[in-house]
């Protein structure tokens, strides 16, 4: 049973297109909803992250959307360049839970083509 | 500034071969995590250790065992390795209300 839902699987963008990509969660306990970045050989990195308790959060081009309602979350990458290919994954926790256990999507491969 | 380091970064097993996964990290963190990734799952939790001298079984711990040996290091064992254990697997460390933060991985083959 997957908890986080990731769509879609792989995204082609042109540069300076926008990337968007949509998580859905389950447990409505979860209180902290971070994305990773992860390029090939290397492990995920944090990217940006969101309390429930706003609706979106920006930092630089990178955008998170939320919606507590629709248990919903999505990033935007705006203005994509060819370093952002990568693949992004979103994740959910409870923060004060012991351990701060992270439950992730399965993942979207973004292609930015120049 | 190493971080988290994982040891070995790839390894090939035959079925029914034992194996350690080493890994430490020198952020003076707390908690300490072990992640396997297969392609269209993302990654998922094994085992995690809260706070040094404590480990507790996450998503899917069967077939694995965990040690945590001290603040800095948290091993990852394969009693009897099976070609379903084929992964990559991640380590990662916290401190906690904070982002994770982790290795670059150990590429696992068990033929």
């Known amino acids: 049973q997957q908890q986080v839902k990731q769509s879609p699987q792989s995204l082609i963008v042109q540069k300076g297109g926008i990337s968007i990509i949509n998580c859905a969660y389950e447990?409505?306990?979860?209180?902290?909803f971070p994305w990773y970045q992860q390029f090939p050989g290397k492990g995920p990195a944090l990217l940006i992250a969101?309390?429930?308790?706003?609706s979106e959060k920006k930092e630089g081009r990178f955008t998170i959307s939320f919606n507590k309602s629709a248990k919903q979350f999505s990033l935007h990458i705006m203005d994509s360049q060819p370093g952002d290919s990568a693949t992004y994954f979103c994740a959910a926790s409870i923060i004060k839970a012991a351990g701060n256990k992270l439950t992730f999507g399965g993942g979207t491969r973004v292609l930015v083509k120049p | 500034n190493a971080g988290v380091t994982q040891t070995p970064k790839f390894q090939v097993l035959k079925t029914g071969q034992s194996m350690t996964l080493q890994c430490a990290q020198d952020m003076n963190h707390n908690s300490m995590y072990w992640y396997r990734q297969d392609p269209g799952m993302g990654l998922r939790l094994i085992y995690y250790s809260a706070s040094e001298g404590t480990t507790d079984k996450g998503e899917v711990p069967n077939g694995y065992n965990v040690s945590r040996l001290n603040k800095r290091e948290f091993s990852l064992r394969l009693e009897s390795a099976a070609p379903s254990q084929t992964s990559v697997y991640f380590c990662?460390?916290?401190?906690?209300?904070?982002?994770?933060?982790f290795g670059d991985g150990t590429r696992l083959s068990i033929l």
């Open positions: 969101i309390r429930p308790d706003v």
């Open positions: 990662a460390s916290s401190v906690p209300n904070q982002p994770q933060h």
């Open positions: 447990n409505t306990a979860f209180d902290y």
